[in-house]
């Protein structure tokens, strides 16, 4: 069949008719609009690859995307009038192919799609930039640029995203503007070749009104964000876990990789000062990168320093100790995992990344806990996390876990992210101090070990402080429970000045005891000087010991404090130095629980809390805080402490009256209608202060016409935004054919001969003329109340 043949077939006719007669896609002619959008999408993608911290880097989406999308914007400029038929099959076609790759992609992210679907929009809005000739068009690619800085704002973990949102929040101003005046039809002006090489036209003239609701937006939006409580929580049950671990090697769970110790590499002593770094036995020097705690076996006579540094950052429902091992075994200058080699690995199946840990059945009540963790320096192959955990989401065929609850991975490398789901008991003190003293045969077995040489001398002081502060404390009820003699006796080595925190105590001796030396003194001390205390660890041995000593089954467990929060990302950033050990105490029936002697820590590590909302304003009270003398600190609690109080006692006092009977009831009505009166009056009077300060910055004839505009309006007769001032006159004249029709018409023709004509107004004579138009209507007032 030929094509004239075909032609000529009715229904393709008609279809051809149809075609023709279809109306011409309007075409969006705003040059300054387009720029702007593909800015927003450009700051998208910019903000999607800072926040995946991918840029800069061979996996970087910027090097290519924004080129590729700022020459498709171009594209769609010069072709928008067009059809560009093969343009558009082209882009069908790169649709199918950017959708095969995410299909792809998927496959090995399935626990975080995050990346993979900010991927696949940003592929899709490169293809959709070579065919922008509606605003519709450009109104999907804002909503791009948006969805693409929302998922940077999920990805990001640092402040870089800021700058990057404030810039988007700076282009998106004046992207709404120009979207709005484009729907209403304004400045439809045909941009020719001269108009393309002057970017001075911008169609906004007034852009200091657009930096001011800038400023006022952002003032707002902190405020919002500052004053809002949050409730930290998950409502997904799909938890961000990284690529698989590519590890060498079998692992067998048993051993415990710390860069930090010699005999993990060459072990050699590479200071050349005789004493190995991060030895296992006998004197030696802290490495200064990695913590000695995370061990196997560690070797508490090290001397030195860490180096603050970054190893990873936290995201929690609520603020904890994200524990990392636990020693049970006592070596006289350190500490060993007994059971090492009862750690027994666990397997999850190829679809899914959730491990199942065993948890022990307690009668405390538990709350779920989920933890995010990115790690972001190298860290042994121990795996932090919140106390009792249930699940653990980790990027590796298989896991471990010990007798004591240390979880073991086959490396923490940096950029690995995990999820830890947690069922944390709460801290009942009546339920703790109710509980047994009957401990199981293996509680006792590994947990109430004591050097025998030290054994009766550590009992004795031990039984020796808890009677003292019973024949002080007279008045008090005798402490007689484990959890109360535990809590006392973090409390006196903490407070007791005899045991000082040590920069650098003095070294060990060969077979020198380290609890012996840190409460008697070490023989290592200047002649004629007894000096007793250590190392924060110290205290925590120490504690340790003690605790067995009296019978009460306790173990060392190390592991990082919460860290930093950072209210603006959520996220509790963690440091090397935050690293630290403390106590484990066992009660029968309830479980391990954490106690922590170390002097400027609190007693009782973070946990749960009945209520776990936050402000930023308040984790940033905190900080502040944190850096300001105790008695700065106390009064600035106390003042503001007290007017808060005060405030919320007055709302509580207010609303109790209306459960108080029906005097209750009138009074606290009485004062709801007095406190609407004054905040009636402060109002207006904010208000007319607004308006005259408004004035006095006006040129006084711009200040007498707009008095005079005030007057009309609030007597009915508004001046439509499309009358000249001649028209609203001539309006007002119909209206007031007395003296007061004759102000309003020479103010008028006063304001336009200086406005228009350059003319210097007699301002004194306005100025009465002004006040003819408030006197005349006191005047009629004044004769409507005689008659």
């Known amino acids: 069949m030929t094509v004239d043949k075909l032609r000529n077939i009715p229904i393709w006719g008609k279809f051809r008719e149809r075609l023709a007669a279809m109306p011409m896609p309007e075409v969006e002619e705003s040059l300054w609009l387009r720029v702007l959008v593909q800015a927003l999408v450009v700051v998208g993608i910019i903000a999607t690859d800072v ?52 299909l792809s992609n998927l496959r090995d992210s399935l626990n975080d799609t995050r990346f993979v679907l900010a991927q696949l929009l940003i592929q899709l809005q490169v293809l959709h930039s070579f065919d922008l000739p509606r605003r519709k068009d450009l109104g999907y690619s804002t909503a791009i640029g948006l969805i693409l800085l929302g998922v940077a704002a999920t990805l990001s973990q640092t402040m870089a995203f800021a700058p990057l949102l404030l810039v988007f929040f700076a282009i998106a101003l004046p992207v709404l503007v120009l979207d709005y005046r484009s729907r ?10 001269e108009r393309l090489k002057n970017f001075r036209n911008f169609p906004i003239k007034n852009g200091k009104v657009l930096v001011f609701y800038f400023f006022v937006i952002l003032g707002i939006g902190l405020a919002i964000f500052a004053f809002m409580p949050r409730v930290p929580g998950y409502q997904i049950r799909t938890f961000p876990v990284s690529s698989p671990i590519e590890f060498k090697g079998n692992f067998d769970g048993r051993s415990i990789r710390n860069p930090g110790y010699a005999n993990n590499g060459n072990g050699q002593d590479d200071r050349g000062t005789g004493r190995g770094k991060n030895k296992e036995k006998g004197a030696g020097e802290l490495d200064d990168t990695f913590y000695y705690g995370f061990n196997d076996t560690i070797n508490q006579n090290l001397r030195g320093f860490l180096k603050p ?11 904890g100790f994200w524990r990392v091992l636990a020693f049970d075994r006592y070596t006289g200058q350190g500490w060993e995992i007994s059971r090492n080699n009862q750690a027994f690995v666990l397997e999850r199946p190829s679809w899914t990344y959730r491990f199942y840990l065993p948890i022990s059945p307690m009668r405390n009540r538990t709350q779920e806990v989920i933890q995010s963790y990115t790690i972001v320096s190298e860290l042994p192959n121990l795996i932090p996390a919140m106390s009792y955990v249930r699940e653990v989401y980790f990027p590796a065929e298989k896991i471990a876990i010990d007798p004591e609850g240390t979880i073991r991975g086959p490396a923490l490398v940096e950029g690995v992210t995990y999820t830890v789901i947690s069922e944390v008991p709460y801290r009942e003190r009546s339920r703790l101090n109710q509980a047994s003293t009957n401990y199981p045969k293996n ?4 947990y109430l070990e004591v050097p025998p040489a030290i054994k009766e001398k550590v009992r004795k002081l031990t039984e020796e402080i808890l009677a003292n502060q019973q024949q002080v404390a007279k008045d008090k009820k005798p402490i007689t429970t484990a959890y109360e003699k535990a809590l006392y006796l973090a409390q006196y080595l903490k407070q007791n000045p005899n045991y000082k925190l040590e920069k650098l105590p003095p070294f060990l001796r060969d077979n020198e005891d380290l609890v012996e030396a840190f409460l008697f003194g070490y023989k290592n001390s200047p002649a004629g000087e007894k000096i007793t205390g250590g190392y924060p660890d110290h205290f925590t041995t120490v504690y340790t010991i003690m605790l067995r000593s009296i019978g009460i089954p306790a173990r060392v467990v190390g592991g990082f404090a919460p860290g930093e929060f950072n209210p603006f990302t959520g996220l509790y950033v963690v440091k090397n130095t935050d690293a630290y050990l403390m106590t484990e105490v066992y009660f029968p029936k309830h479980g391990w629980f954490a106690f922590d002697p170390i002097p400027g820590h609190p007693l009782i590590p973070p946990s749960l809390e009945e209520n776990q909302t936050f402000t930023a304003i308040e984790k940033f009270w905190k900080w502040v805080a944190g850096w300001l003398p ?14 808060i109080a005060a405030i919320f006692g007055a709302i509580a006092w207010f609303f109790a009256l209306f459960t108080q009977g029906w005097v209750g009831l009138f009074t606290g009505l009485l004062i709801a209608i007095v406190l609407g009166f004054l905040g009636w009056l402060v109002w207006n009077g904010w208000q007319y202060w607004r308006y005259q300060k408004w004035l006095k910055k006006l040129h006084p004839m711009e200040s007498i016409y707009q008095e005079m505009l005030r007057w009309l309006g609030e007597k009915g007769l508004q001046k439509h935004p499309a009358w000249t001032p001649f028209e609203y006159a001539a309006t007002s004249r119909q209206q007031y054919a007395d003296e007061r029709g004759e102000a309003i018409e020479e103010i008028s023709q006063a304001y336009v001969s200086w406005r228009y004509g350059g003319e210097s107004p007699n301002l004194g ?5 002004l006040e003819v138009l408030r006197k005349s209507e006191l005047r009629k007032m004044g004769r409507r109340r005689s008659s």
């Open 51 to 102: 926040a995946a911290e991918t840029f800069g880097t061979g996996d970087s989406l910027s090097i290519w995307a924004v080129p590729l999308s700022i020459v498709g914007a171009t594209w769609s400029w010069y072709r928008r009038r067009k059809p560009n038929i093969p343009v558009k099959f082209g882009i069908a076609m790169g649709m199918l192919w950017a959708l095969a790759v995410f």
């Open 309 to 319: 540094k970054v190893v990873m950052r936290v995201r929690s429902q609520a603020e």
């Open 630 to 643: 105790s008695p700065v600190n106390n009064f600035l609690s106390t003042v503001f402490g007290g007017i």
């Open 184 to 193: 209403l039809g304004l400045d439809q002006l045909k941009i020719n070749r």
């Open 765 to 769: 004579y306005l100025r009465r003329k």
């Open 443 to 446: 509680i006792r077995k590994y």
